[in-house]
């Protein structure tokens, strides 16, 4: 009989050892605790990060582009504060530079500046960020694109911090 | 410790019926069937407990994953917050065993007392039967005192099935084969010798 068994049986079976009847209260009882742990392990996330960055040294400045090198209405893509940090410095009019790291802050796609809607946009779920401020105006993204502070000295121009 | 069926000793006495009535899990509801086998003709009765299959139809057919079989062998009444009384097990079960309870809507039948009889002790149907109709205990004990031989297998059309209680039968037989048409085509077993 047990070879001819349809597959369902093993899911259903008649002897009592192999049945793992969960109750409803159990169940309930395993939502509510393992809802709380991610809630708790989340926040612990979180705070770990928050206080990882407050200790973090700031960054030291550096030279990341001449201001001849971009056109209005250009980019160029620069590495701050670590080669693993890509980053994009936008040319907004003659003298207004912004820079923002170029992780969205979904998913870290990198993205893509669009001239025309003044617009950073991140192509893998569709979300919109200001090209001025950095902030989310449409899709998944819930934080601003981490900013980078700039300093016109001369022809050049460096990152000096980051802003989160 | 085995359960032996003897029909033909049966006195129709009730008093198994009243025990079973007593037990701790199920008081004052009992679950074996004291049936007269055609009262118009005959005084007998027959008692069932469940047969305790081997295979059980009932759990076979149950839709909701109420009945389970126990290590032992001992098919368990329908799970209380599984059972949605819907009667498939009344109804496929060849020894008519499983009782539909309307006013709790879901189905209890004989667990040969497993309160009981997993602690050592006898059902309470045995415990009270005096004539020996309903028999626990060692199979050599029942051999030395019976001329009846147990059986376990029985055929209905295209089903065998094979149980944990045994059934007294007067001659040595491996297997006891019904015809399932031939009752379904008449009322009374012995209508046919009129």
């Not at chain 1, 907004?92 to 802050?105: E, G």
């Not at chain 2, 059309?157 to 039968?169: A, I, P």
């Not at chain 2, 048409?181 to 209508?191: D, E, I, K, M």
Request: aromatic share 8%; hydrophobic share 35%.
């Amino acid at each position: 009989m047990a070879t001819s068994d349809p597959h369902w049986r093993a899911d259903f079976p008649v002897n009592w050892e192999d049945d793992h009847y969960v109750t409803r209260r159990e169940f309930t009882t395993f939502l509510t605790l393992i809802s709380g742990a991610l809630f708790l392990g989340t926040g612990l996330v979180g705070l770990r990060e928050r206080w990882r960055r407050r200790r973090a040294p700031h960054p030291a400045a550096m030279r990341i582009a001449q201001v001849h090198e971009i056109a209005i209405g250009g980019v160029k893509l620069f590495h701050y504060p670590t080669p693993d940090d890509p980053c994009l410095l936008l040319r907004l009019s003659t003298d207004h530079f912004v820079a923002y790291s170029q992780k969205c802050t979904h998913l870290s796609c990198p993205v893509v500046y669009r001239v025309r809607e003044q617009q950073l946009h991140c192509p893998c779920h569709e979300g919109h960020f200001a090209v001025e401020t950095g902030q989310v105006l449409a899709g998944p993204p819930r934080r601003v694109l981490p900013r980078i502070l700039l300093a016109l000295k001369g022809e050049d121009i460096w990152a000096t911090g980051v802003e989160v | 410790m085995e359960f032996f069926i003897d029909p033909s000793r049966c006195i129709g006495c009730q008093a198994c019926v009243h025990a079973c009535a007593e037990c701790e899990s199920h008081r004052g509801l009992s679950m074996i069937h004291l049936d007269f086998v055609d009262r118009s003709s005959s005084p007998q009765t027959t008692p069932t407990v469940c047969m305790h299959c081997e295979d059980p139809t009932c759990a076979r057919v149950c839709p909701a994953d109420a009945i389970k079989q126990t290590a032992e062998g001992i098919v368990q009444s329908a799970l209380k917050p599984r059972c949605i009384g819907c009667s498939n097990c009344v109804l496929a079960c060849p020894f008519g065993v499983p009782r539909y309870i309307a006013a709790m809507d879901q189905m209890m039948k004989c667990d040969m007392c497993y309160d009981r009889t997993s602690i050592g002790l006898k059902p309470m149907c045995a415990t009270v039967c005096p004539s020996g109709a309903l028999y626990y205990g060692p199979r050599e004990t029942l051999e030395k005192i019976r001329r009846e031989h147990p059986t376990n297998t029985f055929v209905f059309g295209r089903q065998v099935v094979k149980t944990k209680v045994h059934l007294m039968v007067g001659h040595e037989t491996d297997e006891l084969e019904f015809d399932v048409a031939s009752f379904l085509s008449t009322s009374s077993p012995l209508a046919g010798e009129d």
